[in-house]
T-cell receptor, first 112, second 116 residues
């Protein structure tokens, strides 16, 4: 079936450094790619999303890039802060459905 | 405004018992999803409602799982003859439903189910 692969599973960075998380999807007709942040005991919360007609989107310290040819997209967090520590999930819409397929998550730790 | 509300937040039951999990979506959101999240994994799709009807139930693992949304608002996920493998966090999410197959999912905090 269709899936989304996410790497790395864990990532530790020093405060102020950048963090990059990468995802690969299998459905070439996927057209929507959201990123969610999940804190302990909470539900996932959308932090940024990108549609297939755009190659890059930025919102303050967060950016997402999309390479449709290679079927991968990445989350970039600059100037990381301790409050960025959480689990991050990428997702992709499954064409012809209303489903979003999620990656397996990346646990980001920002060290003060 | 109120977000997505899920009850109970925690449920411990014995193998073989019946369980109901409730989701109260954001008012006006016509699309409602149930996902299941096992420890260390991403959310796994179970079922999607548009209004009152289950538009896609392809993620339900077997016929012990059933969900309803009789008035197009509150939804209940029902699990019969629970098994230890059903232990997970069950997440509900709602979406405005006017954005095709895209748009933000608003998640509740989940119902943690433990089957002993």
């Amino acid at each position: 079936g269709e899936n989304v692969e996410q790497h790395p599973s864990t990532l530790s960075v020093q405060e102020g450094d950048s963090a990059v998380i990468k995802c690969t999807y299998s459905d070439s007709a996927s057209n929507y790619f959201p990123w969610y942040k999940q804190e302990l005991g909470k539900g996932p919360q959308l932090i940024i999303d990108i549609r297939s007609n755009v190659g890059e989107k930025k919102d303050q310290r967060i950016a997402v890039t999309l390479n449709k040819t290679a079927k991968h997209f990445s989350l970039h967090i600059t100037e990381t802060q301790p409050e960025d520590s959480a689990v991050y999930f990428c997702a992709a819409s499954l064409s012809g459905t209303y489903k979003y397929i999620f990656g397996t998550g990346t646990r980001l730790k920002v060290l003060a | 405004g109120a977000g997505v509300s899920q009850t109970p937040s925690n449920k411990v039951t014995e193998k073989g018992k019946y369980v109901e999990l409730r989701c109260d979506p954001i008012s006006g959101h016509t699309a409602l999803y149930w996902y299941r999240q096992s420890l260390g994994q991403g959310p796994e799709f179970l079922i999607y409602f548009q209004g009152t009807g289950a538009a896609d139930d392809s993620g339900l693992p077997n016929d012990r799982f059933f969900a309803v949304r009789p008035e197009g608002s509150v939804s209940t996920l029902k699990i019969q003859r629970t098994e230890r493998g059903d232990s997970a966090v069950y997440l509900c999410a709602s979406r405005r439903g006017t954005t095709g197959n895209t748009g933000e999912l608003f998640f509740g905090e989940g119902s943690r189910l433990t089957v002993l």
